[in-house]
């Protein structure tokens, strides 16, 4: 098993939930925590134990993103307008490789920020290859020519697991996906239950 299939992974079983509900998961199988002492592992959690639970489940989700990151998306998600959870929620999702993962252009979050590290992905025609990347209303982003043969792609495509949401437009013949508007918490198909309400609790000790 690769070092990023072992990441992935192990989030699942540390958080026990199959955060990404791929049928691989080895929850399916074993749904209880890692290592010698995981099956006794579980106990009631303290409201600090919830909050940091909610923080590392929504930061797995979208492939581990680091504390230096999430916390800058939090401040600005504090400093605008709006419910703060909602705002967080909407920068997470805005993110150029959230949006690849959104687009089925490939299976998982983690192979959406390789993709885009690569130099495989296109924003209204130049080439970006920054994974955090803020994607805006209307932009238009697209798989490079030569980048829509790879395997990586085509099985992706083919993935019954999950639909595009309707705040991505996608034409899979041409390979391209327009950002149609910021989505809210209730809009995000995510496979279990994120509490951006308990992060935000988190961050304003």
Known sequence: MSKRHSVKYKIDRRLGENIWGRPKSPLNARAYGPGQHGQRRKGKLSDYGLQLRAKQKLKGYYG???EKAFKRLYTEAARVKGDTGENLIG???SRLDAIVYRAKFVPTVFAARQFVSHGHVLVNGKRVNIPSYQVKVGDKIEVRERSKQ??????????????VPDYVEVDHNKMTATYVRVPALSDVPYPVQMEPNLVVEFYSR
């Open 64 to 66: 581990s993103v680091t």
């Open 150 to 163: 790879l395997t990586v792609v085509l099985e992706a495509v083919q993935l019954a697991e999950r639909d």
């Open 91 to 93: 920068l997470l999702e």
